[in-house]
């Protein structure tokens, strides 16, 4: 070991007070740490921030047809106001939506949104599929939710796809 290297915890604390040069390496790591974390907490924030003021619906009703060859559900937005981009029906190409617009309108909080279904073919619509739902919130945050139909009152979770 060097004859001047410091030993003690007081020499190094005396050789850092002396040295300009070490005190600006200190400040420096210092300051780039502070930034790190501000910046992994910010980030983390963004996405919890969005999450709570998103536009969110709820599933409100679901109704089959005595005949079983249409259905009719309610969706009610109680977030955000959201502009729908696209409604669908998943795992299932036999059920079509028949209403008149199913893309690009606004849903406002607190209203609610009747889809109608109607069935391609012979069979019965049954409650076994999901609805899909992709919005855009006015920021241009882009989010999905799916229902379960079968599941009563099925919330359905909202996901955040992109950022604006």
């Not at 007081?10 to 930034?35: D, F, K, R, T």
């Not at 989010?143 to 379960?148: D, K, L, N, S, V």
């Amino acid at each position: 070991m060097k004859e001047n290297s410091p030993n003690t915890l007081n020499e190094w604390y005396q050789l850092i007070l002396n040295e300009p040069s070490y005190m600006m390496a200190i400040a420096i790591g210092g300051a780039i740490l502070v930034l790190l974390i501000a910046l992994s907490v910010k980030g983390n924030n963004k996405k919890a921030i969005l999450k709570q003021h998103a536009p969110n619906f709820i599933f409100e009703a679901f109704q089959l047809a005595p005949l079983g060859r249409d259905a009719y559900f309610k969706i009610k937005n109680i977030g955000e106001p959201a502009f729908v981009n696209f409604v669908g029906i998943k795992q299932r190409n036999d059920i079509k939506i028949t209403n008149a617009n199913t893309t690009n309108f606004e849903v406002t909080t607190g209203k609610i949104y009747g889809i109608f279904c109607e069935i391609q073919g012979n069979q019965k619509i049954k409650a076994d599929f999901e609805v899909e739902i992709d919005f855009k919130d006015r920021l241009g945050n882009q989010y999905r939710q799916i229902f379960a139909v079968d599941e009563a009152l099925n919330k359905g979770k909202v996901k955040l796809i992109n950022y604006a």
